[in-house]
T-cell receptor
């Protein structure tokens, strides 16, 4: 157990739907990062939050949004889902805002859009 | 923008033998961090080893060691005394050094390692 908790582990939904992925960072970690892993794109950075504030944005689609709550857990919202959004979504956390010690990853949420 | 290249899609090694995974990166930064992550079939991403670019000494973690060649922008991973549990996908990753928050990991495409009994 890495200490980073992601729920749900698996999600199957239809095109056009909206889903919410949840992440609880490791105790004491203030930064949360979201990554998407797909066969064709590899591991892509989506977005980072640090202590409740957005700090960096990557290749995140406008249909996707995220937030970090006062208790530091984070949610990634995916809307108007398309088949191509099927992927493994990882959340990671780090103690330092700059992530220099490396991230601790959760076990991921496998999203399948049918 | 930084890019990370892993030129070996797949490698196999006999148990107890040594295998070396290649990674090259492209950056104009002088200060940065390099990482190797392991993703076993369980799909969990596990940090294997970390290197700070301003340190000349190569990092070592038990059976895992790196050969960091800054001028060549090369960062290879050596797995010694390979064990069946080392079977996994291995990703090389780059992060530039900034004091401010907002540093992302840029990953290579991965190398699949199969340890054979």
């Amino acid at each position: 157990d890495s200490g980073v908790t992601q729920t749900p582990k698996h999600l199957i939904t239809a095109t056009g739907q909206r889903v919410t992925l949840r992440c609880s960072p490791r105790s004491g970690d203030l930064s949360v990062y979201w990554y998407q892993q797909s066969l064709d794109q590899g591991l892509q950075f989506l977005i980072q939050y640090y202590n409740g504030e957005e700090r960096a944005k990557g290749n995140i689609l406008e249909r996707f949004s995220a937030q970090q709550f006062p208790d530091l857990h984070s949610e990634l919202n995916l809307s108007s889902l398309e088949l191509g959004d099927s992927a493994l979504y990882f959340c990671a956390s780090s103690v330092h805002g700059d992530g220099r010690d490396g991230y601790t990853f959760g076990s991921g949420t496998r999203l399948t859009v049918v | 923008a930084q890019t990370v290249t892993q030129s070996q899609p797949e490698m196999s090694v006999q148990e107890a033998e040594t295998v070396t995974l290649s990674c090259t990166y492209d950056t104009s930064e002088n200060n940065y961090y390099l990482f190797w992550y392991k993703q076993p079939p369980s799909r969990q991403m596990i940090l294997v080893i970390r290197q700070e670019a301003y340190k000349q000494q190569n990092a070592t973690e038990n059976r895992f060691s790196v050969n960091f060649q800054k001028a060549a922008k090369s960062f290879s991973l050596k797995i010694s005394d390979s064990q069946l549990g080392d079977t996994a996908m291995y990703f090389c990753a780059f992060m530039k050094h900034e004091k401010a928050a907002g540093n992302k990991l840029t990953f290579g495409g991965g190398t699949r390692v199969l340890v054979k009994p």
